[in-house]
């Protein structure tokens, strides 16, 4: 959502982005004010993350209607791919981590660069478009 504000601010817009967030903080409230019991500190965090995502979605919304099309179904799919090479890189980490080492060094020496090498191997896998940007850098 940040990037999408940026984009109305550099066309001298603020009212949409403030709206938004206007919008955005009081489904929070309401958010937090249902899952605050039944949740705890687990409903905090699940309502900020939801009312980012809606002033995400609401901003992109917008921006579309002002500009046209903004790509996003190549932004759309660029996410699924970056979240699947996440899911699989997590999930080496917490396995790698989850085994007894010699020495407690090797609990972050192991699982670290062993996760950095299955997201890049994933990157490549997936033709992740921002990767490659990346590695030609």
Not at 99 to 104: E, R, T
Request: positive net charge; hydrophobic residues 60%; charged residues 15%.
């Amino acid at each position: 959502s940040k990037i999408f504000a940026s984009a109305f601010y550099s066309f001298k817009e603020t009212k949409i982005p403030v709206k938004t967030a206007v919008v955005s903080l009081l489904f929070n409230i309401i958010l937090i004010s249902i899952l605050i019991k039944p949740c705890r500190v687990t409903g905090l965090a699940l309502a900020a993350a939801a009312s980012s995502w809606l002033n995400a979605i609401l901003l992109g919304y917008f921006l579309r209607k002002r500009i046209g099309k903004i790509g996003a179904r190549k932004i759309i799919a660029s996410f699924g791919k970056v979240s699947v090479a996440s899911a699989v890189m997590s999930v080496v980490a917490y396995s790698l981590s989850a085994v007894n080492y010699s020495h407690a060094i090797f609990t972050v020496l192991v699982p670290i660069p062993a996760a950095i090498i299955v997201f890049v191997m994933m990157c490549v896998l997936l033709r992740i478009d921002e990767f490659k940007q990346l590695w030609s850098i």
